[in-house]
């Protein structure tokens, strides 16, 4: 919203302007709210919290929220806010190359490189397994071959059972060590994990090819159980940065959160691609230059480990960045803590988030376990469906150019999922239903008819539905349910949710590279396509939709809840569009009212204010003078709500101490009522 100083002192401010906060004083301003604000007066309360409870980019001038608009005027008003960012972010991108060529790419580093590097790494290392297992399979045929006798075929196979399993363990236990100890552990911890999961697959040897394997397999445990952690912290980390920091919601979170977060999570398709492309070169120039077999055991030991080699350093360097410049990644989680009194683990919240949002919870994780079974049983087993198009299946390069035009095509998928995720119009659940659609149809089509698609005359078209697939499986699930499987759940358990969320998903892939190893690949294009259809209808009727949600709404209404008067709120975050078929069908969305709403968050707001004040008064009692900046620092109201505030509260409320009768009369506790907090 423009925020405009007036220096005509000889009529009535225009509601809906406010002055700038901070601004500078030139002497001849009047104060742009009432003189004597009047509690409970509509026109005033407007004209001051205007900015605050009906932001421009999600009301009309009238306060009208944009879900609440018939559909052709939802339509031009949400046109216009999105039309008019995308006109603004290419002016600031102008006025960046302006300035220094080169900054749109340090941009893009900081926001998107940085927070997606260990999921960057994921991608490089996990998926380095089905780049691999063709080249092993032609140097070690009697360990990698399908009669192997030097080796245990059930050792073998544990390669990718115990990469998965170590996933699924890291998911769980640092998404709860992400609630308990902290955000910024969890990532610390994480990078640390991988780095000596690195090394030892680098260095894992074995006195015969049976203990290499062996060795292997558990390093390969070891380093899941990092990778599996970055899941739930980059996720909650990326959501919680400064776009949601303070009390107050931003433009940025409300328009481009979905992007922030997809951005991070793509760099998982970087790591397919720099994997795939690096193994490329180093067989070239490790095998004179040719790609064909026979392969050599020197050159194949030295293309793996140099592979895995390679990325240690990067990884090494994340651990420092994370350890030494990410100091304020647990910022949120306290205040969340904070609010509830809890200073370790927040059962009570995991409590009500099974009893409250267990729609949710089923809709996240049963949509990544139908996902994965795509996504994972195809990257995993991706040699065997190349091998069905290549015209040169004996060719680990031929596989592996093929590979590298599959990653392109779902790297594509992923910026694309990046720039639709927050269009009101497709946003998160039309593009994961969407996409689950058309990952069936692409597997279903071939299913019945493979013989003729896997003929010369169908070849063709049987290549395209394939990468078409690939594209929109990013495009859709693979993308959509890393971000709402923390979005949809509150602060205090989101590492958590997000975390049982991704390991229920990694269950899809054990089932993939379990029955994978059983079944030929026409059985595989049977089976798959009917996870497509299920995470479609688990989609569809019980997963939210929280396009255009503003976060900090929601974790209001979990303030409410978390007290035991989730009836009680009325704001957007119950709004029908913003809930899922099942919630609406619970009657979740029948306390939507958003004229009490704009009382109750005025009031909410009012009660903060309070505290702080006491708290202020009693640092001045005390002779704290740093306290007292330190609850200046962080105020984010305008000198216009402090005012409202000062005037309109009763001098009762100022002395209230938490523990007193009116609090109980509001059913909020002794503890909570000194830190209620409307998160406005």
Known sequence: MAELIRHHP??????????????????????????????????????????????????????????????????????????????????????????????????????AVLPGAGLGLEGYVLFSIGNLTPLFSAVWPTCWGKTPTDCSENWVA??????????????????????????????????????????????????????????????????????????PITATSSMENAVTAGKLST???????????????????????????????????????????????????????????????????????????????????????????????????????????????FAAAGGWFCNDVFFYGNKLFQSQFIAVISNNPKSVMVGWVWNLLNVIVSLLGYYLASFMIDNKFYGRKMMQQVGFLMCFIFFVVPAFKYDYYTSPAGIKSFQAMYFLSSFFNQFGPNSVTFLVAGEIFPTPVRASAHGFSACIGKAGALLASVLYNYIDTQTKFYVVPWFGLAGMVITWLFLPDTTGLDLKEQERRWFYIRSGRGDEYHGIAVHPVHLSLWERMRGAGKNYNPELDQKQRIEDMREEWAGKERSRRDKEVSGDASGTADLDDDDDWSDAVNHYFRNTTSDDKLKMQPGTESNSEKGVSNEEAGDKIGNA
């Open 251 to 361: 433009r940025e979170d409300r328009l481009h959160r979905g992007r922030k977060v997809t951005m991070s999570f793509l760099m998982q398709g970087w790591g397919q691609l720099i994997n795939q492309g690096l193994l490329i070169i180093l067989l070239l120039i490790l095998h004179h230059g040719d790609g064909d077999p026979p392969y050599s055991d020197t050159t194949v030991q030295w293309v793996f480990r140099l592979s895995f080699a390679i990325p240690a350093i990067g990884t090494l360097w994340l651990v420092y960045f994370r350890t030494y410049k990410m100091p304020h990644a647990s910022r949120q989680l306290a205040a969340a803590k904070k609010k509830n009194n809890v200073t370790g683990y927040d059962l009570e919240s995991l409590k009500m988030c099974y009893t409250h949002f267990g729609g949710r919870l």
């Open 10 to 111: 000889h009529h009535d401010p225009v509601l809906g302007e406010v002055p700038v906060p901070h601004g500078p004083e030139t002497g001849g301003e009047h104060d742009h709210y009432p003189r004597r604000p009047v509690k409970g007066d509509p026109e005033s309360e407007q004209s001051i919290f205007a900015y605050l409870t009906h932001p421009d980019d999600s009301y009309t001038p009238e306060g009208i929220y944009w879900a609440d608009l018939p559909l052709r005027q939802r339509v031009s008003f949400v046109n216009k806010v999105q039309n008019e960012e995308a006109m603004n972010e290419l002016r600031t991108i102008g006025r960046m190359i302006k300035k220094d060529p080169l900054s749109p790419l340090s941009w893009y580093f900081r926001n």
């Open 158 to 231: 544990s390669v990718t059972y115990l990469e998965v399993i170590g996933i699924m363990v890291g998911q769980l236990g640092v998404g709860v060590i992400g609630d308990w100890i902290g955000r910024r552990w969890g990532l610390i911890q994480d990078a640390a994990i991988m780095f000596i999961g690195l090394l030892m697959l680098t260095a894992s040897w074995g006195l015969n090819l049976n203990g290499w394997v062996i060795c292997y397999a558990w390093s390969l445990f070891f380093y899941g159980f990092g990778v599996g952690g970055e899941y």
